[in-house]
């Protein structure tokens, strides 16, 4: 038999406001347990929530970057459940009418094909508070410092058909909330978080089968072989004969496998009901505008422009519109230079990253400023250094050193280009060098490198290599 699998994903996206949704408590990370938590985000008798309003317009933001719709007048709701870490026994979110509507969004899948994902809707809601587990032995700590820290939650259609195709929606979720400058995206802090609900059916049918929920995955290869794991379970028990279970599912990445937390709640379960302390959240035309007004540009806009107009190869766009930062960073290294932007995506891409993946450090850290190595680059292309030069160069802007001609200037490295000094240089090592000579000039052509290594050795690497190359074939004719 074969099977199709279906899977939605539910983010959670921790909005990047300096105060909670619905209080003026701190959100930052990191702070000693239960020192930022209201009265309001506990809902203790006589205190009233007031809306962020920082929140609203990044939920905003959001909507406009998606294309998605949005409520112009939505409504809060208690979500009523009971855990440790929710003392009040309710959720403040959103329900029947939430701020971000329906949309879709496409993602290019590894293979280049490109998806159409359906974005059901986006609200608003607090988070809850977080159980401690290894703190006390053998019991329990409750950290309410999270208690009402604004979350945007992103819920998908279940148009995704594999892991693969999960992960990169995730991934663009990711890099697009971060982008529009929402969410900081810190999975290891739980600022980014999916749930991924996982269903397989007949190839063909097209009724939904029972559904399961992995929660909290804060990480797309856990997103990946938790998916890929539960669909193999789902079809395991089918084909034995079983049913699957509608039910909350945690993933254990020790194990590799998902075990069940518990049954899975319906809409029903929490008795939703509009918060009586909360008005309707009305949003008028002119917010929206003032809010569509600060968007960036968006990275498919700014991947095609790359593609068009700087001559950027498509893959190289894709990478360096990963994340905003990159981006920015990519264009003032050529700004106001005279070289192709195509030199620096290599700079980028290559030399820049591969030391900051080398060394762990995020770009915000890197040493070397974008006009710095903008030019380090423009010195390169005027032929006052060659590509290997270059690099000496950026090893010492890495070290902490910035002022480029000051670089080359004490360590002596520009570059040769004086036609008399390379063909002096080329006599010496000719001269030196008779049965080489003798064998090259006989039709052993491979010894053109020799020739090449032995001048640039006699330059102590400053030969310009073009000029080299171009004058040593023509030295070398019998």
Same mark, same amino acid.
């Given at each position: 038999?074969?099977?199709?699998?279906?899977?939605?994903?539910?983010?959670?996206?921790?909005?990047?406001?300096?105060?909670?949704?619905?209080?003026?408590?701190?959100?930052?990370?990191?702070?000693?347990?239960?020192?930022?938590?209201?009265?309001?985000?506990?809902?203790?008798?006589?205190?009233?929530?007031?809306?962020?309003?920082?929140?609203?317009?990044?939920?905003?933001?959001?909507?406009?970057?998606?294309?998605?719709?949005?409520?112009?007048?939505?409504?809060?709701?208690?979500?009523?459940?009971?855990?440790?870490?929710?003392?009040?026994?309710?959720?403040?979110?959103?329900?029947?009418?939430?701020?971000?509507?329906?949309?879709?969004?496409?993602?290019?899948?590894?293979?280049?094909?490109?998806?159409?994902?359906?974005?059901?809707?986006?609200?608003?809601?607090?988070?809850?508070?977080?159980?401690?587990?290894?703190?006390?032995?053998?019991?329990?700590?409750?950290?309410?410092?999270?208690?009402?820290?604004?979350?945007?939650?992103?819920?998908?259609?279940?148009?995704?058909?594999?892991?693969?195709?999960?992960?990169?929606?995730?991934?663009?979720?990711?890099?697009?909330?971060?982008?529009?400058?929402?969410?900081?995206?810190?999975?290891?802090?739980?600022?980014?978080?999916?749930?991924?609900?996982?269903?397989?059916?007949?190839?063909?049918?097209?009724?939904?089968?029972?559904?399961?929920?992995?929660?909290?995955?804060?990480?797309?290869?856990?997103?990946?072989?938790?998916?890929?794991?539960?669909?193999?379970?789902?079809?395991?028990?089918?084909?034995?004969?079983?049913?699957?279970?509608?039910?909350?599912?945690?993933?254990?990445?020790?194990?590799?496998?998902?075990?069940?937390?518990?049954?899975?709640?319906?809409?029903?379960?929490?008795?939703?009901?509009?918060?009586?302390?909360?008005?309707?959240?009305?949003?008028?035309?002119?917010?929206?505008?003032?809010?569509?007004?600060?968007?960036?540009?968006?990275?498919?806009?700014?991947?095609?422009?790359?593609?068009?107009?700087?001559?950027?190869?498509?893959?190289?766009?894709?990478?360096?519109?990963?994340?905003?930062?990159?981006?920015?960073?990519?264009?003032?290294?050529?700004?106001?230079?005279?070289?192709?932007?195509?030199?620096?995506?290599?700079?980028?891409?290559?030399?820049?990253?591969?030391?900051?993946?080398?060394?762990?450090?995020?770009?915000?850290?890197?040493?070397?400023?974008?006009?710095?190595?903008?030019?380090?680059?423009?010195?390169?292309?005027?032929?006052?250094?060659?590509?290997?030069?270059?690099?000496?160069?950026?090893?010492?802007?890495?070290?902490?050193?910035?002022?480029?001609?000051?670089?080359?200037?004490?360590?002596?490295?520009?570059?040769?280009?004086?036609?008399?000094?390379?063909?002096? *240089?080329?006599?010496?090592?000719?001269? +030196? #060098? $008779?049965? /080489? &000579?003798?064998?090259?000039?006989?039709? !052993?052509? =491979?010894?053109?490198?020799?020739?090449?290594?032995?001048? *640039?050795?006699?330059?102590?690497?400053? +030969? #310009? $290599?073009? /000029? &080299?190359?171009?004058?040593?074939?023509? !030295?070398? =004719?019998?």
């Amino acid at each position: 038999m074969t099977w199709e699998t279906v899977i939605g994903l539910e983010i959670h996206a921790q909005l990047a406001t300096r105060s909670k949704i619905f209080s003026a408590a701190s959100t930052a990370f990191g702070a000693e347990p239960n020192t930022q938590a209201s009265a309001v985000d506990l809902g203790l008798p006589g205190v009233l929530p007031v809306v962020n309003r920082e929140v609203v317009r990044m939920a905003v933001r959001f909507a406009l970057a998606t294309g998605a719709s949005i409520t112009k007048r939505s409504v809060f709701a208690r979500k009523n459940y009971f855990y440790p870490d929710l003392p009040k026994g309710y959720q403040i979110s959103q329900m029947a009418f939430p701020i971000v509507g329906e949309g879709s969004i496409s993602v290019t899948l590894p293979d280049g094909e490109v998806k159409v994902v359906g974005l059901t809707r986006a609200h608003l809601e607090e988070d809850a508070g977080k159980s401690v587990h290894d703190l006390f032995e053998g019991n329990t700590a409750i950290d309410l410092n999270r208690a009402g820290t604004p979350l945007l939650e992103i819920v998908s259609e279940p148009d995704m058909r594999s892991a693969t195709e999960a992960v990169a929606y995730a991934r663009f979720m990711h890099s697009l909330v971060r982008y529009i400058e929402i969410c900081d995206g810190n999975m290891q802090e739980g600022s980014f978080r999916c749930d991924a609900n996982v269903s397989i059916r007949q190839k063909g049918s097209e009724t939904l089968g029972t559904r399961t929920e992995i929660k909290n995955l804060n990480s797309f290869r856990f997103l990946e072989r938790a998916i890929d794991f539960e669909v193999e379970r789902q079809i395991d028990i089918l084909e034995s004969g079983g049913k699957i279970t509608q039910e909350t599912r945690l993933y254990d990445a020790d194990r590799d496998e998902t075990r069940s937390m518990r049954s899975k709640e319906e809409a029903n379960d929490y008795r939703y009901f509009p918060d009586p302390d909360l008005p309707p959240l009305v949003i008028d035309d002119a917010f929206i505008e003032s809010v569509r007004s600060t968007m960036p540009e968006l990275p498919t806009a700014r991947r095609a422009r790359f593609v068009e107009t700087l001559d950027i190869p498509a893959i190289d766009a894709q990478a360096l519109c990963a994340d905003r930062q990159t981006a920015d960073y990519f264009e003032a290294v050529f700004a106001g230079q005279s070289f192709a932007p195509r030199l620096a995506a290599n700079w980028v891409l290559g030399e820049l990253y591969g030391r900051m993946n080398k060394e762990d450090v995020v770009l915000a850290d890197v040493p070397v400023s974008a006009a710095g190595l903008g030019t380090l680059i423009a010195r390169v292309d005027d032929g006052t250094l060659s590509g290997k030069l270059g690099k000496q160069v950026f090893d010492a802007m890495w070290s902490g050193e910035q002022d480029v001609d000051a670089i080359i200037e004490a360590r002596g490295l520009k570059q040769i280009s004086d036609t008399g000094a390379i063909e002096a *240089m080329i006599d010496e090592v000719m001269a +030196a #060098n $008779p049965s /080489q &000579l003798e064998e090259y000039r006989a039709g !052993k052509e =491979k010894l053109l490198s020799f020739f090449v290594g032995a001048v *640039m050795k006699a330059s102590r690497g400053k +030969a #310009n $290599p073009a /000029q &080299l190359n171009q004058m040593l074939r023509e !030295k070398l =004719k019998p």
